[in-house]
Nanobody
Framework: QVQLVESGGGLVQAGDSLRLSCEASGRTFSSYAMGWFRQAPGKEREYVST???????YYADSMKGRFTISRDNAKNTVYLQMNSLNPEDTAVYYCAAGRSGSAYSLRAAGSYDYWGQGTQVTVSS
């Protein structure tokens, strides 16, 4: 069992940056692939990014060049650095953990077994 707790969300202005964190419980964090998803009001959950157990990463097209995912296995934490935020990035952001594999293959929510409670990111124009 893995428990995930996100933090770092908040209210920012367009063009600002935020770094989200997701701390995991358990001693096997390094073996998991970690993903970030987001869900805006009235919309379906959307894939953001993945980092697998080997440190390989993948991003949704709209996040490439703006978002960076990273992990610190010593701290059981995965990060999402978000730059050049715009109002369309407003959503609840969720981290997830699942069995590792190719980062490209882990874009579906169904690839993940454990989910955090989410952290709200609001970007004002």
């Amino acid at each position: 069992q893995v428990q995930l707790v996100e933090s770092g969300g908040g209210l920012v202005q367009a063009g600002d940056s935020l770094r989200l964190s997701c701390e995991a419980s358990g001693r096997t964090f390094s073996s998991y692939a970690m993903g970030w998803f987001r869900q805006a009001p009235g919309k379906e959950r959307e894939y953001v990014s993945t980092i697998n157990s080997w440190g390989n990463t993948y991003y949704a097209d709209s996040m490439k060049g703006r978002f960076t995912i990273s992990r610190d296995n010593a701290k059981n934490t995965v990060y999402l650095q978000m730059n050049s935020l715009n109002p369309e990035d407003t959503a609840v952001y969720y981290c997830a953990a699942g069995r590792s594999g190719s980062a490209y293959s882990l874009r579906a929510a169904g690839s993940y077994d454990y989910w955090g409670q989410g952290t709200q990111v609001t970007v004002s124009s």
